[in-house]
């Protein structure tokens, strides 16, 4: 027998994250499914944001054929096209994350994606993959009580969430992950968001704030991208692009256990190790995002046919699918005090009736 020398198809990827992140990690996590699936036909190597481009920079390196593929945020190209945000800024409808993947691959978002690059001239062939949970409002050297509390504060988000939050008398600042914190700490920001409990600790974030406050409209609902670039995509043999198919869903649900495990042991012992204080955005401060974020959406919708055809379509999709979840998944919040919360125990009689 004669052994045949099997080609190798080398993919230099770059993630949009510091090699330290847990996003970096769930990049390299994606990549070893990939290499060990093909026994090493493909190899995908990662690298760190900042490699070969800017981390706002990688859909035109992806595009170009600069890098051949790339793991980031769709909330990243903002800048070409607002649509792009609707995949990861605002309520999106009462959808969690999940929930906005599911209409992503079953209700028509796959194809109005591709729609939304073709009228920006990108060439890729686009995952969205890996459901976040609902992001903090941000980190803050007290805390938001009113709504008033923020107005005219130097702060840091992406995506929609510019428009929400400068509409609610913030001035904001898009930042890349890397630089966020290091702006904190030279007094040019009073107040960042980021993403969860894991990235935002090891970023540095409690050492510059030691205030968080959780749970906010302005990214409910996100997940990430993975990309390659269009022509290279295509020359793969079809035995690879299946393997990438299915990598991207084992790494999609890997991702959703790792990240309840990682953030919620880092929410932990940003409280107990940090000095680190969490606390729940007020309602009134919600009900304003849900207010302001429709006005935007409205004047976006006005100015870009395909930016409304997409909040029209996931608007039906999330109709049906919230109220589905609503009505049938029963309220975890009550098991929770039921089994971590009891009851305080009754006072002891009256000191034995004395």
Not at 54 to 60: E, I, M, S, Y
Not at 71 to 87: E, I, M, P, R, S
Not at 176 to 188: K, N, Q, T, Y
Not at 337 to 346: I, S, T, V
Request: aromatic share 10%; hydrophobic share 40%.
């Amino acid at each position: 027998m004669i052994a045949k020398s099997q080609s190798v198809t080398n993919f230099r990827f770059q993630s949009t994250w510091p090699a330290k992140d847990i996003f970096h990690e769930y990049a390299n996590d994606f990549a070893k499914k990939v290499n060990d699936m093909t026994g090493g036909e493909l190899r995908i190597e990662v690298l760190p944001a900042g490699s070969v481009v800017p981390a706002f920079g990688l859909l035109d390196a992806v595009s170009k054929g600069t890098l051949d593929g790339g793991h980031g945020v769709l909330v990243y190209h903002y800048g070409k096209n607002a649509a792009l945000a609707l995949w990861g800024s605002g309520p999106t409808f009462g959808m969690d994350a999940n929930m906005l993947l599911s209409w992503h691959k079953y209700g028509g978002g796959a194809a109005l994606l591709e729609e939304v690059y073709k009228t920006v001239g990108a060439d890729v062939k686009s995952y969205v993959y890996g459901p976040m949970p609902t992001q903090p409002l941000g980190w803050f050297k007290k805390p938001i009580t009113k709504i008033e509390d923020m107005k005219g504060m130097k702060f840091r988000t992406v995506g929609i969430s510019i428009d929400m939050f400068t509409a609610m008398g913030v001035s904001v600042n898009a930042l890349p992950g890397g630089e966020i914190v290091p702006a904190m700490d030279r007094g040019l920001l009073d107040g960042a968001e980021f993403n969860n409990a894991s990235s935002d600790r090891l970023l540095g974030f409690p050492d510059v704030a030691k205030i968080c406050m959780l749970q906010s409209y302005h990214q409910n609902a996100e997940q990430f991208e993975i990309m390659f670039n269009g022509p290279k995509y295509r020359a793969l043999a079809p035995k690879l692009r299946a393997i990438l198919d299915h990598a991207v869903e084992a790494a999609s649900a890997d991702m959703s256990w790792k990240a309840v495990d990682r953030y919620s042991k880092d929410y932990a012992e940003m409280q107990t190790q940090q000095g680190v204080k969490f606390f729940k955005t007020p309602d009134a401060v919600l009900r304003s995002q849900l207010r302001v974020f429709d006005e935007v959406v409205n004047k976006k919708a006005a100015e870009n046919p395909l930016f409304k055809k997409i909040v029209e379509s996931q608007r039906a999709f999330a109709a049906r699918a919230v109220k589905w979840d609503l009505e049938t998944n029963v309220q975890r919040r009550m098991a929770y005090d039921h089994y971590f919360r009891p009851a305080a125990a009754p006072a002891k009689k009256a000191e034995a009736k004395k």
